[in-house]
């Protein structure tokens, strides 16, 4: 379940459309267990707009819930953060990240923690940069919400992804992604940064049906872990 607010506000003498959107999570939609508001900026850039493979990912984090309390969760290119701020609604101890240069994103997501009346840290981190915060992250379970957009940036992100995952043995990256060339390209990149899918789903197919009318695309989302040194 989804509702949407809007509004005008004037900055600059230019107009920009910015929503509350109300997104809803349970075992039943007409009485849902709690709800997670996300301010978005339909004028702005990408990563102030929740898109379809956050909602995915975000139901599915729901769903795992037994997994993500009590867990340590980073979210990379976290945006609007919809799955990390409801990781952290579930009992986890989460870092919303996104590239250290978009301070807007990084305000934005600082205030919708405080919208939800969530902690959770907020943190600057360019995929491939390593910058003295990436080596304390050791999360249990890492995030991404359509992070495989941009062909020039995927050996970064899989470098960082890697990284985190080596850095803190036992770990999981979740990612949900738009399947636009067929899965080839995730299987490239997992085998040559040393990774494995042990596990690879429709997006659709564990959707709640009035989440799903409301959205498109083919989408999938896989978890991954490193290749053990014992299997090499």
Same mark, same amino acid.
């Given at each position: ?53 956050? #909602?995915?990912? &975000?139901?599915?984090?729901?769903? $795992?819930?037994?997994?993500?309390? @009590? !867990?340590? +969760? ?54 491939? #940069?390593?910058? &003295?915060?990436?080596?304390?992250? $050791?999360?249990?379970?890492?995030? @991404? !919400?359509? +992070? ?85």
């Amino acid at each position: 379940m989804e509702e949407k607010d809007w509004d005008d506000e004037e900055c600059d003498d230019t107009p920009t459309m910015t929503t509350v959107s109300r997104h809803c999570f349970g075992d039943d939609s007409e009485t849902p267990s709690f709800s997670i508001s996300i301010i978005e900026n339909m004028k702005e850039d990408y990563g102030l707009f929740v898109w379809p493979c956050s #909602v995915v990912l &975000a139901e599915y984090v729901w769903q $795992q819930k037994h997994r993500f309390s @009590g !867990a340590t +969760v980073v979210e990379l290119g976290a945006g609007t953060s919809l799955p990390g701020l409801v990781a952290a609604k579930l009992g986890a101890r989460v870092t919303l990240t996104d590239n250290s240069t978009r301070l807007e994103v990084l305000d934005n997501m600082r205030r919708l923690c405080e919208l939800n009346k969530l902690e959770c840290n907020v943190l600057g981190l360019t995929w491939g #940069v390593w910058d &003295a915060p990436l080596f304390s992250l $050791q999360p249990t379970l890492i995030l @991404g !919400a359509d +992070v495989l957009y941009d062909s020039n940036a995927f050996d970064d992100l899989f470098a960082t992804v890697t990284f985190l995952l080596r850095n803190s043995p036992g770990s999981i990256f979740i990612t949900s992604y738009h399947n636009r060339s067929g899965h080839h390209l995730i299987e490239f990149l997992m085998g040559k940064w040393g990774l494995k899918c042990l596990k690879l789903l429709d997006g659709f197919s564990f959707l709640p049906s009035d989440k799903a009318s409301l959205l498109s695309g083919n989408i999938q989302l896989a978890e991954i872990a490193p290749i053990s040194k014992d299997n090499a």
